[in-house]
C-alpha cells in the first residue's frame, strides 16, 4: 500500500476530515489532499506528527509491506478499527457507567463492573463492553471490547479526584458526550456552568494515550490518564 493510501485510509479509520486532520498538523487542507492524491509527500516532521496522531510507526508508514500486524489492521481484519466498532463502544459507555447504568456482579472482591453487549448480525458478530474497576477517589480500571467472545481492544486507565468540589454528575455527563471519532472516554472540551471538561489524546484506535481533566472554575479539581489499544 503507497503512503499515499495509507495516509486517506488512517485518516478515514479515526473518521477526519482532510480539514481536520490538516488542524491537527498545522498545515493546509490542500497539503493533506496532495498527500492523499500522491502528487506530493509530507517532509519527515509531518509524517512524525503522522505516525504518532495515528498510533503506527514511521517505518510502516513510510515502507511498502512493512509490519505485517500493522497493514492487516489498516486493511480491516475482525478485529480491527471500524466506524461500526466506534460507535457500538459510544453506545455501551452511554448504557454503563455515564449512563448511570447498574452494575452486574463483580469479577474481583470490591471491584464495580459493568457490561454491554449486542448481537450486530452474522457480518459483525456478536460484540460486548466491559468496564471493572477499583476504589472511588482514587481509582483504576479497564475497559475492553469482545468479538465473538475474542478480546481485541483494551483501555486502562487510573485517575484521583483532587478538590470536594469535583462533581460525579458531571463527569458522567461529560463522559455520556462520547463520540466516535474520540471514543476514549469523553469529548475534546465539555462544559456545563462553572464546571469544564477537556480531555487530550496522542494515536488513535489502534494505539494511544491521553489524559483529561475536570476545572471547577480556574481549579483542578480532578484528572485521569489513559492508554491502551488493540490487542491480539
Not at 27 to 51: H, M
Not at 55 to 67: L, N, R, Y
Not at 78 to 105: M, N
Not at 150 to 163: C, E, K
Amino acid at each position: 500500500m503507497s503512503l499515499a493510501k495509507k495516509i486517506a485510509c488512517l485518516r478515514k479509520r479515526n473518521l477526519m476530515s482532510q480539514e481536520e486532520l490538516s488542524q491537527r498538523l498545522g498545515v493546509s487542507r490542500q497539503a493533506v489532499s496532495k498527500w492523499e492524491a500522491s502528487e506530493s509527500v509530507p517532509d519527515i516532521s509531518n509524517l512524525v506528527r503522522l505516525s504518532a496522531l495515528f498510533g503506527v510507526s514511521v517505518d510502516f508508514m513510510v515502507k511498502d509491506g512493512c509490519g505485517t500486524a500493522e497493514t492487516e489492521t489498516l486493511s480491516g481484519t475482525a478485529f480491527s478499527d471500524s466506524a461500526e466498532t466506534r460507535e457500538f463502544l459510544c453506545r455501551a459507555k452511554r448504557a454503563t457507567y455515564a449512563g448511570k447504568g447498574s452494575e452486574i456482579q463483580p469479577c474481583r472482591k470490591n471491584s464495580h463492573d459493568l457490561f454491554y453487549s449486542e448481537d450486530l448480525g452474522a457480518e459483525l458478530g456478536k460484540l460486548e463492553y466491559y468496564d471493572t474497576y477499583l476504589g472511588g477517589k482514587n481509582f483504576s480500571g479497564e475497559e475492553a471490547l469482545w468479538k465473538d467472545g475474542i478480546p481485541f481492544w483494551a483501555m486502562n486507565y487510573s485517575g484521583r479526584v483532587l478538590d470536594e468540589s469535583f462533581s460525579g454528575d458531571f463527569l458522567k455527563s461529560a463522559l455520556y458526550a462520547v463520540e466516535p471519532k474520540l471514543p476514549f472516554r469523553g469529548p475534546e472540551f465539555f462544559r456545563d456552568g462553572d464546571r469544564t471538561y477537556v480531555c487530550k489524546v496522542c494515536g488513535g484506535f489502534e494505539w494511544f494515550s491521553g489524559n483529561e481533566a475536570i476545572f471547577h472554575g480556574a481549579r483542578k479539581v480532578y484528572e485521569c490518564v489513559f492508554h491502551g489499544g488493540i490487542v491480539r
